[in-house]
């Protein structure tokens, strides 16, 4: 894939014109956090995470 896509920017058109594109289409959804730390870290993620699988969880700790 890496080597066809050299030949693919000069097939489809300039690469930065893809690159540009690719980071409006990854951007679109951004939303920026009130918070001190960005929505992506993962210590948050990882509370979340817990939060909402609690109770599945719970029921693997007890079925140990």
């Not at 080597?3 to 540009?20: F, I, R, S, Y």
């Not at 929505?39 to 509370?47: H, T, V």
Request: charged share 30%; aromatic share 8%.
């Amino acid at each position: 894939m890496v080597t066809g896509a050299v030949v693919m920017g000069l097939a489809d058109g300039p690469t930065e014109v893809h690159k540009t594109t690719v980071a409006k289409q990854v951007l679109r959804n951004y939303k920026a956090s009130d918070d001190v730390w960005p929505s992506e870290w993962l210590p948050r993620k990882r509370e979340a995470a817990r939060e909402r699988f609690a109770e599945y969880l719970e029921l693997e700790a007890d079925n140990q």
